[in-house]
């Protein structure tokens, strides 16, 4: 049967590619080895993690024995903040209250346990970090400090200047962790070009599946196992490695890079679309973050004035198969405020829906979300 559903919650995750499990199903059947063993099996497992490793560093323009597989943006935020802290010395982290839980419960928990002091940037109108305010903070204190601040927002989809972000570290001698969980493949990265000690991601956010992550640590800087167990990951990351899953998450990052360039243009008209349709015929309607300035261009976070119908809203579209999200993950589906939002917009009261697309989305679907939300409001 026909799936009739209009899927527009892609920064929450995506379908898988089938290019991508076809890639991935040798390691699933014939080719099970453990990439541990000596035998052929074994090997042949362990060449296919080492080769997707190779090309995740090629793409990042960065050496292979600089990624780290995870299972994921949480892991690999812990794991590089933590590390930042327990390892590397800083006894001070500079963060924002808009970052993705992975970074703010690790944050605040390293604060509980004394072990960090944190403090949290101050944000411009429009949701973007002051980098003034950035470079006061790492101004005033010769504490080693962790910059955590995320390159693109997964609420609003305000986009962090991460070169400007890492010359401010290089200056001042902080560790810098970006969560590039939103915009890996989406954007060119150079990690020769910019200053960063660990990047972020999540192969599900780009076509990939689900549990497959990566971590990139800087040659430069040694941190110790988040987790620990065996040598895997040049003992770095224990436990038996997610064949399947790495050699999907190099397939999956290699498809979204090399048709970043025609795919981001396809996918801002989707949005821009969407946002003048919206704009221009609906009345109070509103827009969370920088949507004409500095923006991802997969997400577009809509702010409707507080009625019974803009709340009912986003489970009257799932009834009509329109499939969008208060927020981030974590807490669409359940009517928690955003934190994000809080954080931007103090005292708000509006609903905020996060419409986020793909290539695979069309200004077809795009013309049955307006008339559908026009009818139910
Ligand atoms: N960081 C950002 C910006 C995200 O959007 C997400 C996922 O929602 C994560 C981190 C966590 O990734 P995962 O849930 O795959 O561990």
Avoid: W
Wanted: with cysteine; net charge negative.
């Amino acid at each position: 049967m026909e799936d009739c559903r209009i899927y527009l919650d892609n920064a929450a995750t995506t379908p898988l590619s089938k290019t991508v499990l076809d890639a991935m199903m040798p390691y699933l059947t014939t080719h099970f080895g453990n990439p541990s063993a000596i035998y052929s099996y074994g090997r042949e497992a362990k060449l296919a993690v080492e080769n997707a490793r190779k090309a995740v560093a090629k793409i990042l323009n960065t050496q292979p024995s600089e990624i780290f597989f995870t299972v994921g943006g949480t892991e690999s935020a812990n794991t590089a903040i933590t590390g930042a802290v327990r390892d590397l010395g800083c006894k001070r982290i500079i963060t924002s209250a808009i970052e993705h839980h992975a970074t703010l419960r690790t944050v605040q928990r390293l604060q509980q346990t004394g072990e960090a002091v944190v403090n949290y940037v101050q944000l411009l109108p429009d949701g973007h970090i002051d980098l003034n305010d950035l470079e006061k903070l790492l101004a005033e204190s010769e504490a080693k400090t962790l910059i955590a601040l995320m390159h693109a927002n997964n609420e609003i989809g305000n986009l962090l200047d991460i070169r400007t972000v890492g010359e401010l570290c290089k200056k001042y001698h902080a560790i810098f962790y970006c969560d590039t969980v939103q915009t890996i493949g989406r954007f060119p990265l150079d990690l020769k070009e910019i200053f960063v000690h660990f990047i972020s991601a999540s192969a599900h956010k780009f076509h990939g599946p689900k549990g497959a992550g990566m971590l990139y640590i800087n040659e430069n800087i040694g941190i110790k196992p988040f987790i620990n167990g065996g040598a895997q990951e040049r003992n770095m990351r224990a436990g038996t490695e997610n064949v399947a899953g790495i050699v999907g998450f190099a397939k999956a990052l290699q498809i979204t890079a090399d048709n970043c360039e025609q795919n981001s243009r396809s996918i801002q008209e989707l949005k821009m679309y969407l946002y003048h349709r919206l704009k221009n015929e609906i009345p109070n309607i509103g827009f969370n973050g920088d949507v004409e300035g500095q923006s991802l261009y997969a997400l577009l976070n809509v702010s409707f004035p507080k009625t019974d119908k803009t709340e009912m809203l986003l489970y009257n579209l799932d009834i009509h198969h329109i499939c969008a999200s208060s927020g981030s993950a974590c807490s669409s589906g359940v009517n928690q405020a955003s934190h994000v939002l809080e954080a931007v917009y103090p005292n708000h009261n509006r609903v905020a829906i996060r419409f986020s697309f793909s290539e695979e989305n069309t200004k077809e679907e795009i013309d049955i979300v307006v008339e559908k939300i026009k009818e139910l409001i």
